[in-house]
């Protein structure tokens, strides 16, 4: 999956990505997407996250 590292022009790339792999899917609970989407992410927008 693609990394997300807060600039905002790919932000619309990275949230297709992940909502079709993660977000969509029902066999994950909250705690697994924050994970993902924590694990996902680099610099200002993983600092946002924590």
């Given amino acids: 999956m693609k990394?997300?590292?807060?600039?905002?022009?790919?932000?619309?790339?990275?949230?297709?990505?992940?909502?079709?792999?993660?977000?969509?899917?029902?066999?994950?609970?909250?705690?697994m997407k924050l994970n993902y989407l924590r694990d996902s992410s680099d610099g200002p927008a993983k600092a946002a996250i924590s």
Avoid: A, T
């Avoid at 619309?12 to 029902?26: A, M, P």
């Fill in 3 to 31: 990394r997300f590292n807060g600039y905002i022009c790919q932000w619309q790339e990275f949230l297709d990505c992940f909502g079709s792999s993660v977000d969509k899917n029902l066999n994950r609970s909250l705690v």
